[in-house]
């Protein structure tokens, strides 16, 4: 079975950094992509940033150039760097993995994310 556990997060000031952390485990054929997405408390759930199997990467307007999204394959983890921290960044923050089952179907897990709260 596939698990996804997030971590990293807590409470920052205005401008300070996090680095949240995305562990995968169980087996899976193949990996598509895994994305980190956010709920503010009494929004909806947004994208934030992805990072694809063949390398590619893509963030939402609204991080770009501040949070950076990477992997370390041998550990099955991808990271966000997040710096320059605002207050409209308070959220929870979930990762995502999409991939292909053992048993050849495409599916989609998520973890209990981790929440981010940056203060004025």
């Known amino acids: 079975q596939v698990h996804v556990v997030e971590s990293g997060g807590g409470s920052v000031q205005t401008g300070g950094s996090l680095r949240l952390s995305c562990v995968r485990s169980?087996?899976?054929?193949?990996?598509?992509?895994i994305g980190w997405y956010r709920q503010a408390s009494g929004g909806e759930r947004e994208f934030v940033a992805s990072i694809h199997s063949d390398g590619r990467i893509n963030y939402a307007d609204h991080v770009a150039g501040r949070f950076t999204i990477s992997s370390d394959n041998t550990k099955n983890t991808v990271y966000l760097q997040m710096n320059d921290l605002k207050p409209e960044d308070t959220a929870v923050y979930y990762c995502v993995a999409d991939f292909v089952a053992v048993q050849g179907s495409r599916r989609t897990y998520g973890g209990q994310g981790t929440q981010v709260t940056v203060s004025p």
């Open positions: 169980g087996r899976i054929r193949s990996l598509n992509n």
